[in-house]
């Protein structure tokens, strides 16, 4: 049997020359170097989080959405310069990047909800939008607890058992019942102010109601009714509340929901800002209608996406920020951050690094200038 393989002490120059390819390091001058935190130095959290930047993969990510925060949190109207016909005035000095917030209903549900509340409660955020399932859980759990449960709990013992599984988390089914004996009264007193008053309802509109009825403090919406923050939600029957309204329906007709008065109302925000940021947690509507607002300023200049989609199914929610720059919802020379992460990891440190390190209670002439009635 013969081969043409030659026998020879010297190593072959193919291999020498694919193995130890000579690097251009032209590209790599300005790149940071990889490193992560020496927890010889103690445990100093700070310092811990600074590394995330240069530790690599998504714990980079975390660390760059934590600066694009910081970012929009810091920028104020009186740092650029004055524009021709601009005076500098003291409205300059009070005028902040408008601030959207998104959150999917799975976040309420989860301990998630006291981090926001805490942000809607100091008037840190500007606009809110959520899906129906994140207003209502808000309100269901000042009437009742929700518990611990684990993922792998069987759904037929559950339903037998009058419990309401929602990952590894039981609501029992009778809160759904003490929140329809909560909010059918009120839907009763909307009917009654439409017809007398000629009340519109919006979706807004009903949630600021709800949120004043709800007179709790562990609430995101009583803050949201007390700090005069708007939160909008297009797909509002999409949960308990449109089965609360379906049923009302049937007792009490004649209740209607105007989304155009709201879709105006959101869009002027972001048009009306001098800048604008998104926090974005989750996907789907809640993603779509922030980002979409902000196309009517040709896009947001500070962007953070949290959620673990993927852009390969052409799904808005798995989108990258760079798809949105495509479309004009974020601005062309933005530096928008997408951590590929389940949010409840990652927001509670997002805020522990950004707007509970910075905070400082805004002024009233701030709070006054950042706020557009939700009725406009």
Same mark, same amino acid.
């Given at each position: @049997?013969?081969t043409?393989?030659?026998?020879?002490n010297a190593?072959?120059?193919?291999?020498k020359?694919s193995v130890?390819?000579?690097?251009?390091?032209?590209?790599l001058k300005?790149?940071p170097?990889?490193?992560?935190y020496?927890f010889n130095e103690?445990?100093?959290?700070s310092?811990?989080?600074?590394?995330?930047?240069t530790i690599?993969?998504q714990?980079?990510?975390?660390?760059e959405?934590i600066?694009?925060?910081?970012? @929009?949190? $810091?920028?104020r109207l009186?740092?650029?310069?004055?524009?021709?016909?601009e005076?500098?005035d003291?409205?300059r000095k009070v005028?902040?990047?408008k601030?959207?917030?998104?959150?999917?209903?799975n976040l309420?549900?989860?301990?998630?909800?006291e981090?926001?509340? +805490?942000?809607?409660?100091h008037s840190?955020v500007?606009?809110i939008?959520?899906?129906?399932g994140?207003?209502?859980?808000?309100?269901i759990?000042?009437?009742?607890?929700?518990y611990?449960?684990e993922f792998h709990l069987e759904?037929?013992?559950?339903r037998? &058992?009058?419990l309401?599984?929602?990952g590894?988390?039981?609501?029992?089914n009778?809160? +759904?019942c003490?929140?329809?004996?909560?909010i059918?009264? %009120?839907?009763d007193q909307?009917?009654e102010?439409?017809?007398?008053k000629?009340?519109?309802?919006?979706?807004s509109r009903?949630?600021?109601?709800l949120?004043?009825?709800?007179n709790?403090?562990?609430?995101?919406?009583?803050w949201a009714?007390?700090?005069?923050?708007p939160?909008?939600?297009?797909?509002?029957?999409?949960?308990?509340i449109?089965d609360m309204?379906?049923f009302h $329906?049937y007792n009490t007709?004649g209740?209607?929901?105007?989304?155009?008065?709201?879709?105006?109302a959101? =869009?002027n925000h972001a048009v009306?800002s &001098?800048?604008?940021? @998104?926090?974005?947690?989750?996907?789907?509507?809640i993603?779509h209608? %922030?980002c979409?607002?902000?196309?009517?300023?040709n896009?947001?200049?500070?962007?953070?996406?949290v959620?673990?989609?993927?852009?390969?199914?052409?799904?808005d929610s798995?989108?990258r920020?760079?798809?949105a720059?495509s479309?004009g919802k974020?601005?062309?020379?933005?530096?928008?951050v &997408?951590v590929?992460s389940?949010a409840?990891i990652?927001f509670p %440190?997002?805020?522990?690094?950004?707007f509970?390190?910075?905070?400082?209670?805004k002024?009233?002439?701030?709070?006054?200038? =950042?706020k557009r009635?939700?009725?406009d």
């Amino acid at each position: @049997m013969s081969t043409n393989t030659t026998t020879t002490n010297a190593t072959p120059e193919l291999a020498k020359e694919s193995v130890f390819f000579q690097s251009n390091h032209e590209d790599l001058k300005n790149r940071p170097k990889v490193r992560g935190y020496d927890f010889n130095e103690g445990v100093d959290f700070s310092k811990l989080f600074e590394t995330y930047k240069t530790i690599g993969y998504q714990a980079s990510a975390v660390g760059e959405a934590i600066d694009e925060i910081n970012r @929009m949190i $810091s920028w104020r109207l009186v740092d650029e310069p004055l524009k021709e016909g601009e005076d500098d005035d003291e409205e300059r000095k009070v005028t902040r990047c408008k601030i959207f917030l998104g959150y999917t209903s799975n976040l309420v549900s989860s301990g998630v909800r006291e981090i926001i509340r +805490y942000l809607v409660q100091h008037s840190m955020v500007d606009v809110i939008v959520s899906t129906a399932g994140g207003v209502e859980e808000d309100f269901i759990k000042c009437l009742a607890p929700t518990y611990m449960g684990e993922f792998h709990l069987e759904g037929e013992k559950l339903r037998r &058992k009058g419990l309401n599984r929602i990952g590894n988390l039981l609501v029992p089914n009778d809160n +759904y019942c003490k929140f329809e004996d909560w909010i059918m009264p %009120i839907l009763d007193q909307m009917v009654e102010e439409q017809k007398t008053k000629g009340t519109v309802w919006t979706p807004s509109r009903v949630i600021n109601r709800l949120g004043k009825e709800i007179n709790h403090e562990d609430s995101i919406y009583y803050w949201a009714w007390k700090n005069d923050i708007p939160v909008y939600s297009p797909a509002l029957t999409d949960g308990s509340i449109g089965d609360m309204m379906y049923f009302h $329906s049937y007792n009490t007709p004649g209740l209607v929901l105007d989304i155009i008065s709201d879709i105006r109302a959101i =869009n002027n925000h972001a048009v009306y800002s &001098k800048k604008s940021g @998104m926090i974005i947690l989750g996907g789907g509507v809640i993603k779509h209608h %922030i980002c979409n607002a902000n196309l009517f300023r040709n896009g947001a200049d500070y962007s953070v996406f949290v959620n673990t989609g993927n852009e390969f199914d052409g799904s808005d929610s798995g989108a990258r920020p760079d798809e949105a720059v495509s479309w004009g919802k974020i601005k062309l020379d933005a530096k928008p951050v &997408k951590v590929y992460s389940e949010a409840s990891i990652v927001f509670p %440190i997002l805020v522990a690094e950004t707007f509970a390190k910075t905070f400082k209670k805004k002024s009233p002439e701030e709070l006054k200038l =950042n706020k557009r009635s939700i009725f406009d």
